[in-house]
C-alpha cells in the first residue's frame, strides 16, 4: 500500500496548480518518498493527449470568416486575411491597364509565342505571365467559393459545425476545380491523335511535340497556377496528419508538370494528370456527403474510390511509366536525341531523371494507399464508417465544446 500522507495540504496544491496552468486533470495522486516531498502524478485523457500537437492549429481572424491555418508564419498569416484583396487588386491592376491600351496586360491575359505559320505555339520565357495571372484568378475563386458560396450548403442541411463547415467548403473546392479541370483535359484528350494510345504519346519525337495546339498549352499553364497556387493553400488550410507527404506530393506534381513542359513531354504529361486526377472525385465527393452527416453513401463513394485508386494511380499510372522506356525514348532515333537535335530533350540522363521523380510520386502514393487499407479495414471487418485517414492531427475540440451541433468530424 501507499505510505500515509504527511502533507495532507499538497493535494489542494496540486490541483490548485493544474487549476492555474488551465489543465484538466482526470487523477491526481499524492504521496511523500523517501525525501518526504509531495510528488503529482497525472493520468491525461485522450482528449488531452489529442491536443498536444496543436502548435500545428492556429486560428485567426479573417474577416470574420471560418479559417484555421496549419502554421504561425507571419507572412501566411497576412497572405490569409487578405488574398480576396490582394486577388482582386491584382486582376483588377491588369484589366484596367489593358482596357487603357497598354501592352504589358497581354502577356498576363493571352498565350505567348505562337507559331507564325500556324495556329500553335511553343513554349517560352513569357509563359510565367500567363501562370501568375492565373495564379490569383484561382486564388480569387477559391476564396470566394470557400467563404461565401460552399458553406451555405451545410447550413442548408442544418449541420452547425464550423470545422465541418470549413472541412466542406475546401473539399466542395477542390471537387470543382477538379471535376471542370478534367473535363476539359478529357475533351482535349478525345480530340488528339493519342487518344487511347501510349505508342502516340512519343510518335515523331520532337517535331510533332515542339508545337502544341491552344487547348493544350492553356490546360497545361492553368493546371501549372492550380498546383503553384496549392502549395500556399496547403498552409491556410487545417494540418493533417499527412502533411507533409501532401507538400511533397504538391512539389514533386510541380516539378513533373514543368520538366515535361519544357522539354516536349507534354503529351504524356497531359494523359498522366488526367490518370492522377480521376478518382479523388470518388474520395472528394465520399467526404463532401459525409460532413453532411450521411452514413452509408461515403462508405459506397470510399469503395469506388478504392478501386479507381488502385486501377489508375497504381496500375495505369505504372504502366505509363514502363512505356517511358519500352515505347518511349527505345523509339527516338539516336540523331533526334539529346544532344545531336537542337529541339530534342530525348536523353537517357534526362529521361531518368523525369523517371525518378514520377517513382518518388509512386512512393507517397502507395503510404496513401496503405492508409486506405486501414480504411478499408475499419469499414469491412470492424464495421465503421469510412473516415479519411489523412485527416487532422487533432480532435476538433472547437466543436466538442457545442454539444448541439450536428456535423460529423472528419
Given at each position: 500500500?501507499?505510505?500515509?500522507?504527511?502533507?495532507?495540504?499538497?493535494?489542494?496544491?496540486?490541483?490548485?496548480?493544474?487549476?492555474?496552468?488551465?489543465?484538466?486533470?482526470?487523477?491526481?495522486?499524492?504521496?511523500?518518498?523517501k525525501?518526504?516531498?509531495?510528488?503529482?502524478?497525472?493520468?491525461?485523457?485522450?482528449?488531452?493527449?489529442?491536443?498536444?500537437?496543436?502548435?500545428?492549429?492556429h486560428?485567426?481572424?479573417?474577416?470574420?470568416r471560418?479559417?484555421?491555418?496549419?502554421?504561425?508564419?507571419?507572412?501566411?498569416?497576412?497572405?490569409?486575411?487578405?488574398?480576396?484583396?490582394?486577388?482582386?487588386?491584382?486582376?483588377?491592376?491588369?484589366?484596367?491597364?489593358?482596357?487603357?491600351?497598354?501592352?504589358?496586360?497581354?502577356?498576363?491575359?493571352t498565350?505567348?509565342?505562337?507559331?507564325?505559320?500556324?495556329?500553335?505555339?511553343?513554349?517560352?520565357?513569357?509563359?510565367?505571365?500567363?501562370?501568375?495571372?492565373?495564379?490569383?484568378?484561382?486564388?480569387?475563386?477559391?476564396?470566394?467559393?470557400?467563404?461565401?458560396?460552399?458553406?451555405?450548403?451545410?447550413?442548408?442541411?442544418?449541420?452547425k459545425?464550423?470545422?465541418?463547415?470549413?472541412?466542406?467548403?475546401?473539399?466542395?473546392?477542390?471537387?470543382?476545380?477538379?471535376v471542370?479541370?478534367?473535363?476539359?483535359?478529357?475533351?482535349?484528350?478525345?480530340?488528339?491523335?493519342?487518344?487511347?494510345?501510349?505508342?502516340?504519346?512519343?510518335?515523331?519525337?520532337?517535331?510533332?511535340?515542339?508545337?502544341?495546339?491552344?487547348?493544350?498549352?492553356?490546360?497545361?499553364?492553368?493546371?501549372?497556377?492550380?498546383?503553384?497556387?496549392?502549395?500556399?493553400?496547403?498552409?491556410?488550410?487545417?494540418?493533417?496528419?499527412?502533411?507533409?507527404?501532401?507538400?511533397?506530393?504538391?512539389?514533386?506534381?510541380?516539378?513533373?508538370?514543368?520538366?515535361?513542359?519544357?522539354?516536349?513531354f507534354?503529351?504524356?504529361?497531359?494523359?498522366?494528370?488526367?490518370?492522377?486526377?480521376?478518382?479523388?472525385?470518388?474520395?472528394?465527393?465520399?467526404?463532401?456527403?459525409?460532413?453532411?452527416?450521411?452514413?452509408?453513401?461515403?462508405?459506397?463513394l470510399?469503395?469506388?474510390?478504392?478501386?479507381?485508386?488502385?486501377?489508375?494511380?497504381?496500375?495505369?499510372?505504372?504502366?505509363?511509366?514502363i512505356?517511358i522506356?519500352?515505347?518511349?525514348?527505345?523509339?527516338?532515333?539516336?540523331?533526334?536525341?539529346f544532344?545531336?537535335?537542337?529541339?530534342?530533350f530525348?536523353?537517357?540522363?534526362?529521361?531518368?531523371?523525369?523517371?525518378?521523380?514520377?517513382c518518388?510520386?509512386?512512393?507517397?502514393?502507395?503510404?496513401?494507399?496503405?492508409?486506405?487499407?486501414?480504411?478499408?479495414?475499419?469499414?469491412?471487418i470492424?464495421?465503421?464508417?469510412?473516415?479519411?485517414?489523412?485527416?487532422?492531427?487533432?480532435?476538433?475540440?472547437?466543436?466538442?465544446?457545442?454539444p448541439?451541433?450536428?456535423?460529423?468530424?472528419?
Amino acid at each position: 500500500g501507499m505510505p500515509p500522507l504527511e502533507k495532507p495540504c499538497a493535494v489542494e496544491r496540486a490541483q490548485s496548480e493544474c487549476t492555474a496552468e488551465r489543465e484538466p486533470v482526470d487523477s491526481v495522486t499524492v504521496y511523500s518518498g523517501k525525501t518526504g516531498t509531495a510528488r503529482l502524478r497525472v493520468r491525461r485523457s485522450s482528449k488531452q493527449m489529442r491536443s498536444k500537437d496543436t502548435k500545428h492549429r492556429h486560428r485567426v481572424a479573417v474577416g470574420g470568416r471560418n479559417v484555421v491555418l496549419s502554421t504561425r508564419n507571419p507572412l501566411i498569416t497576412w497572405l490569409a486575411k487578405n488574398e480576396l484583396t490582394l486577388s482582386f487588386a491584382a486582376i483588377f491592376i491588369v484589366r484596367t491597364c489593358s482596357w487603357l491600351g497598354f501592352a504589358w496586360p497581354q502577356l498576363f491575359l493571352t498565350l505567348q509565342h505562337s507559331s507564325p505559320n500556324s495556329h500553335r505555339f511553343t513554349r517560352g520565357a513569357c509563359d510565367v505571365w500567363f501562370v501568375i495571372n492565373w495564379i490569383f484568378q484561382i486564388l480569387a475563386a477559391r476564396s470566394i467559393m470557400l467563404h461565401n458560396v460552399l458553406p451555405l450548403i451545410p447550413q442548408y442541411f442544418g449541420v452547425k459545425s464550423s470545422r465541418s463547415q470549413r472541412r466542406f467548403g475546401e473539399t466542395g473546392w477542390f471537387l470543382c476545380y477538379i471535376v471542370l479541370s478534367w473535363s476539359i483535359g478529357f475533351s482535349i484528350w478525345r480530340d488528339s491523335p493519342y487518344y487511347m494510345n501510349t505508342r502516340h504519346l512519343y510518335a515523331n519525337y520532337p517535331e510533332d511535340h515542339v508545337l502544341m495546339p491552344y487547348s493544350l498549352k492553356w490546360y497545361y499553364l492553368v493546371q501549372t497556377a492550380f498546383w503553384i497556387s496549392n502549395l500556399y493553400t496547403i498552409f491556410v488550410e487545417e494540418r493533417r496528419k499527412d502533411h507533409m507527404e501532401m507538400l511533397t506530393h504538391h512539389v514533386v506534381t510541380i516539378a513533373l508538370v514543368v520538366l515535361s513542359y519544357t522539354f516536349h513531354f507534354t503529351r504524356f504529361g497531359h494523359v498522366f494528370m488526367l490518370v492522377m486526377d480521376f478518382p479523388d472525385v470518388f474520395l472528394s465527393l465520399a467526404k463532401l456527403v459525409r460532413y453532411l452527416g450521411n452514413e452509408m453513401a461515403p462508405n459506397i463513394l470510399f469503395g469506388l474510390f478504392t478501386i479507381s485508386w488502385v486501377a489508375t494511380k497504381h496500375y495505369l499510372c505504372i504502366k505509363m511509366m514502363i512505356s517511358i522506356w519500352t515505347e518511349g525514348i527505345f523509339e527516338v532515333p539516336m540523331e533526334k536525341r539529346f544532344p545531336h537535335c537542337p529541339d530534342s530533350f530525348a536523353s537517357y540522363p534526362i529521361v531518368g531523371f523525369m523517371w525518378a521523380i514520377l517513382c518518388v510520386l509512386q512512393a507517397v502514393l502507395i503510404y496513401w494507399f496503405v492508409m486506405i487499407l486501414k480504411v478499408l479495414e475499419k469499414v469491412l471487418i470492424k464495421g465503421e464508417d469510412a473516415a479519411d485517414e489523412r485527416s487532422d492531427e487533432e480532435s476538433d475540440s472547437e466543436d466538442e465544446a457545442k454539444p448541439n451541433d450536428t456535423g460529423r468530424s472528419n
